[in-house]
């Protein structure tokens, strides 16, 4: 199976969800788009955190991402609203 990056359609659809940009004080964000397609990646690839590419951030990054979306309920969310749209 060959991994596909997130359109704008399912993009648009859960970037509500997602936390918001920090302040610009500070070090940014990463890029909230890039991380969900290395979790995406990640999923789809069944492959460890250490092999995610690094055009989509360090591996540290997506994987704490991946965490702080796992505790805040934020994937429940996300899947309920998708199974919604139908």
């Avoid at 591996?59 to 991946?66: A, C, E, G, N």
């Avoid at 934020?74 to 919604?84: A, C, D, E, G, V």
Wanted: positive net charge.
């Amino acid at each position: 199976m060959s991994f596909h990056e997130i359109d704008d359609f399912l993009w648009n659809s859960i970037e509500p969800y997602l936390p918001p940009q920090k302040p610009h004080t500070g070090r940014p964000r990463a890029n909230m788009r890039k991380l969900m397609n290395d979790i995406l990646y990640v999923v789809m690839a069944g492959c460890m955190w250490k092999d995610v590419p690094r055009k989509y951030g360090s591996k540290s990054t997506v994987h704490r991402f991946h965490l702080y979306l796992c505790e805040h309920g934020t994937y429940q969310k996300i899947f309920n609203k998708l199974l919604n749209k139908g």
